[in-house]
């Protein structure tokens, strides 16, 4: 158990939780909390506000999801955002893992849907952080624009429960329905990532979206592209 448990603890190239902007950035969203839950809080927290939701981010290459690099960017997608919270978990000695699941989002923007073909999120990334003794699920992926935008609340995390999308909105229409789950992983499983994209929105597209990305020098592609 103990040797499963430095999985979830130490560093990884993508997970780069020993990395001094991860250090920084942890420093400043820790404070003065003394708890490991208000330490998970406060980093959920500030990776959900501080980290622009964007779901035109490069994607192809390990270093795009990078802890430190997302943090320098200041901006990423779901699977970026969780990456983050995972890596600066780590940082404080909260075991965190990547979990994944294809979701349905009743309300995503018709430029999201038209880029991916359907309204589906195919390996959408969460956090799952090891806290009093269980796995807690985070998901920090919307900011309050987001939110405001698809009239949902905005994610809360507490430390001891889940914190996963709503299925209904605030008006109580349907918003978030999860469809698969595709298990939890000590580091970021790109290939399986890339390929369960593939099967979905077809691999003509994603490499479109690469290429496309590429071409501009590794920028987000346009909500127009």
Known sequence: MEENMNLYLSPTPVLDSDHPVVAEFVREAVGDAVTLEEKARRIFVRVRDQVVYDPYSPFYRPEHYRASNVLSRGRGYCVSKAVVLCAAARAVGVPGRLGFATIRNAKAPETIREMLGCDLFVWHGYAELLLSGQWVKATPAFDWPVCERLNMALPEFDGKTDCV?????????????????????????????????????????????????????????????
């Not at 469809?179 to 994209?197: I, K, N």
């Not at 003509?204 to 592609?221: H, K, S, T």
């Open 165 to 225: 999308l709503p299925s209904t909105d605030l008006a109580g229409q349907p918003l978030v329905e999860y469809l698969e789950y595709h298990g939890t992983y000590a580091d970021l499983p790109l290939e399986r990532l890339l390929a369960g994209w593939g099967k979905v929105y077809g691999e003509g597209r994603v490499r479109f979206w690469q290429e496309a990305m590429e071409a501009a020098g590794d920028q987000p592609l346009s909500p127009e592209g």
